[in-house]
């Protein structure tokens, strides 16, 4: 049985209210709208089921519960992908993509210094 704050959680929640209007509206109830904002912390208490112990409240903790954890693991998630992508060297910073041997060449080619070899090729 859901704990009276978990009725009011329910009961306050603005999608279930939406879709509950909409729920009256398709069984053609008069006046959906005002009846179910009228009676939201009833329905809320009401079974989810024909037979069912469970109510919407308790079907609604669950959802929050499960929701809860669905986030904290998406979480989790990203602040592994942050830290991948802080340690991530730019492409100008990593010395495994652009060589100091590459920039040497090209700089001796550029400058004709003297110790550059300007038949070399990359990939060499």
């Keep these: 049985?859901?704990?009276?704050?978990q009725e009011l959680a329910a009961s306050q929640d603005a999608d279930l209210l939406k879709?509950?209007?909409?729920?009256a509206q398709r069984q053609r109830i008069p006046n959906?709208?005002?009846?179910v904002e009228?009676?939201?912390?009833?329905?809320?208490?009401?079974?989810?089921?024909a037979g069912s112990t469970q109510t919407i409240a308790d079907e609604h903790a669950y959802a929050v519960a499960e929701h809860a954890k669905a986030v904290a693991a998406?979480?989790?998630?990203?602040?592994?992908?942050?830290?991948?992508?802080?340690?991530?060297?730019?492409?100008?910073?990593d010395p495994t993509r652009?060589?100091?041997?590459?920039?040497?060449?090209?700089?001796?080619?550029?400058?004709?210094a003297p110790n550059a070899e300007e038949t070399t090729t990359v990939g060499e």
């Design 98 to 112: 652009v060589t100091d041997e590459y920039i040497m060449h090209a700089i001796g080619v550029l400058f004709k």
């Design 19 to 23: 879709r509950a209007t909409q729920a």
């Design 32 to 35: 959906a709208q005002y009846s």
């Design 1 to 5: 049985m859901a704990t009276i704050a």
């Design 38 to 49: 009228a009676n939201i912390g009833l329905l809320v208490s009401l079974p989810a089921g």
């Design 74 to 93: 998406l979480n989790e998630a990203q602040a592994e992908l942050d830290a991948k992508r802080a340690a991530l060297a730019s492409p100008g910073a």
